[in-house]
Each structure stands twice: as structure tokens, then as C-alpha cells.
């Protein structure tokens, strides 16, 4: 048997009542789970699968070439309130939603745990940034964030900046978001004008279509953006 605690990052209904979780762990990376039973009616667990809660397995030793868990018990190890505000739950359903695809091949890495974690903390804390902030220090953490310098234009492909801009939404303003939140010691409060945040966000999308291999759009996005307006 082996025990591991992890966010919720999607999770899909398998058969009547059993479900596949995919999480990420602190002790494995990213991880699929086997949960039988859970949405059978008496199996108040159910209420536990919600995007970016974190929950504690025990699970049943895999064979060799058994790609995922089964689980034999589990149980809600940390609950947040923003599940009760809209604005909040749009966002948590985003980032889950993202990280389900730019974290589907990550070991562990408890510096990317450590900073989910304290994205929870602050939009728990109804820090409307939040996701801005975390999408930016992972891809630091993982080591293809953009190279800081005195220029003021950033180029989304490179990852450098430079005197000139070279796409229309790295505009001087939003490349000096992305340096600010790059190399703050406490980059949740800088504070972005909700007119900022979408083209932040835009930017944001285009860095990691660069940068990640067969990046997609996330489902999710046109929800998001309606809280921007």
C-alpha cells in the first residue's frame, strides 16, 4: 500500500458510480486514481472531487506497467471557501483545467505543489490575481521563464526582452507586468486594474503556446474572460 496527497486537477465518471481522478502529488507528480463506488448515493465523498481540493490516498500497490491507482481509501485533507464565490470558482475551475494539460507529464516537484498551495491560499483569500500570478512563477519553477534585463518589450518567443516590441500584446505595460511578477519577493500583491487582466492573460496564453509542446486552449477560457467584464 502507498499514501499520497494531491490536487484535483479533473476527474471523469467511469461507468454508474465509480470515477478516474487525475491529481498532483506531492510525492508522485501527476496521477490517475481509480475511485470505485464514490457516486453511488449513500457515498458522501462525492462532495470531495472538486477542482484544486486536496486530498489524501491509500492506495492498493500497482503492478508493474499499471499506470494508475487504486485506491482503497481516501480523505479531504484541506477545504477552501471559494467554492461559494462565483468569481472564485470560475478561477479555480480555470487553473485546474490548465494545469490538467501543462502538468500531465511532470514528476514530482514540490516547488510546483508548494506554489498551487499558495495559489489556493491567496484566492482563498479572494485574490482576483491569483491565477495571473501562479501561471507566471511555474513556468520560473520551471525554468522557462522569460530572461529578465532593461528592456521593456518582451518577445513571447524567445523569452528575452528587447528595445522593440514584437508582438501587439506585449505592449510595454503588460511586459512589465510579467518582469514585476517574475522577480517580486511577493508578486500576489501587485496589484493588476481588471482592465489589465485579460491582456495579461493573453499574454500569458501565447508565452506557453511557445513554450509547451501541442499547448491547447483550455476549455475553460471563454468562461474566465466573461469575468472581465
Known amino acids: 500500500m502507498n499514501s499520497q496527497t494531491g490536487f484535483v486537477l479533473s476527474f471523469l465518471k467511469y461507468g454508474d458510480s465509480d470515477a478516474i481522478l487525475h491529481c498532483f502529488t506531492l510525492e508522485e507528480g501527476f496521477q490517475s486514481f481509480f475511485l470505485k463506488s464514490v457516486f453511488t448515493q449513500k457515498n458522501k465523498k462525492k462532495a470531495f472531487l472538486l477542482p484544486l481540493s486536496i486530498l489524501s490516498f491509500n492506495c492498493r500497490k500497482s503492478k508493474p506497467g499499471i499506470e494508475i491507482n487504486s485506491v482503497l481509501k481516501f480523505e479531504l485533507e484541506k477545504s477552501y471557501d471559494f467554492y461559494t464565490d462565483v468569481k472564485a470558482n470560475t478561477i479555480v475551475f480555470f487553473i485546474s483545467d490548465f494545469l490538467n494539460q501543462i502538468l500531465k507529464h511532470e514528476n514530482s516537484n514540490p516547488n510546483i505543489f508548494s506554489a498551487i498551495e499558495e495559489f489556493n491560499a491567496n484566492l482563498d483569500a479572494g485574490n482576483y490575481r491569483a491565477h495571473l500570478i501562479l501561471l507566471i512563477l511555474l513556468l520560473k519553477i520551471q525554468g522557462i521563464a522569460p530572461l ?5 518589450y518582451l ?3 524567445t523569452g528575452n526582452f528587447n528595445l522593440n516590441g514584437t508582438h501587439h500584446l506585449f505592449t510595454k505595460e503588460i511586459s512589465a ?3 514585476q511578477i517574475s522577480t517580486a519577493e511577493n508578486p500576489y500583491e501587485i496589484k493588476i486594474k481588471t482592465a489589465d487582466r485579460k ?8 508565452y506557453y503556446h511557445y513554450h509547451f509542446t501541442d499547448f491547447r486552449l483550455p476549455n475553460s477560457l471563454e468562461i474566465i474572460q466573461q469575468i472581465y467584464e
Open 148 to 152: 529578465n534585463s532593461n528592456l521593456e
Open 177 to 179: 507586468f510579467w518582469k
Open 199 to 206: 491582456k495579461l492573460l493573453d499574454s500569458i496564453l501565447v
Open 155 to 157: 518577445d513571447p518567443e
